[in-house]
């Protein structure tokens, strides 16, 4: 399955599915004249909405994955994205250290329902997310440099933003609120 998730919606999704799979079947083998036209039909529906739901899932199992409680941020760079002439170009940035601030912008990126579809237009994206992030792993701490493309629709031009979480909140105020250095 996509990402690894089975959600719980997944899962009572396959156990109806698996219901009316064997309905369709009792009628099929009764010679019944809906059998083949609704095992068809049950086959085609019901495969093509368990296929929907395993392509969705959430921004926690994509995105954050590398996250943690017990991670060590230890720091935020947020670069300002504009679209010209077909290119992307960085126009400003910020780097922030505060913990509580990081922490509030991974906050409004967690939870976000994602369904995994290929940005097929250019120009979506506003910011480009650097963090770095340390790990403990057995008696080493691992260290790594995790980038997230977020917009107002997709997150990475890969997942389209399914549900309705103001997810550039805290950045947007930083925006404001912040001098930011030019690039």
Not at 124 to 144: F, M, Q, R
Not at 161 to 166: A, G, M, P, T, Y
């Amino acid at each position: 399955m996509v990402d690894g998730v089975l959600t719980l919606k997944f899962l009572i999704s396959l156990i109806v599915f698996g219901v009316l799979l064997v309905g369709a079947v009792k009628l099929l083998l009764r010679k019944s004249r809906f059998g083949p036209i609704s095992v068809a039909l049950v086959i085609l529906v019901g495969g093509y909405y368990l296929y929907d739901q395993m392509i969705s899932t959430t921004s926690d199992a994509t995105v954050l994955d590398e996250v943690h409680e017990d991670s060590e941020i230890r720091h935020l760079e947020i670069r300002k994205l504009e679209f010209e002439t077909s290119t992307y170009s960085f126009k400003k940035r910020i780097l922030s250290e505060e913990e509580e601030t990081i922490r509030e912008i991974l906050k409004d990126l967690s939870g976000l329902e994602l369904k995994k579809e290929l940005n097929m237009e250019p120009g979506g994206a506003e910011y480009v997310l650097n963090l770095l992030v340390s790990n403990p792993k057995e008696n080493l701490i691992e260290t790594s440099n995790i980038q997230i493309t977020v917009g107002e629709e997709y997150i990475d031009d890969i997942y389209k933003i399914e549900s309705d979480n103001d997810h550039l909140k805290t950045i947007k105020e930083l925006e404001r609120d912040l001098e930011w250095e030019k690039e």
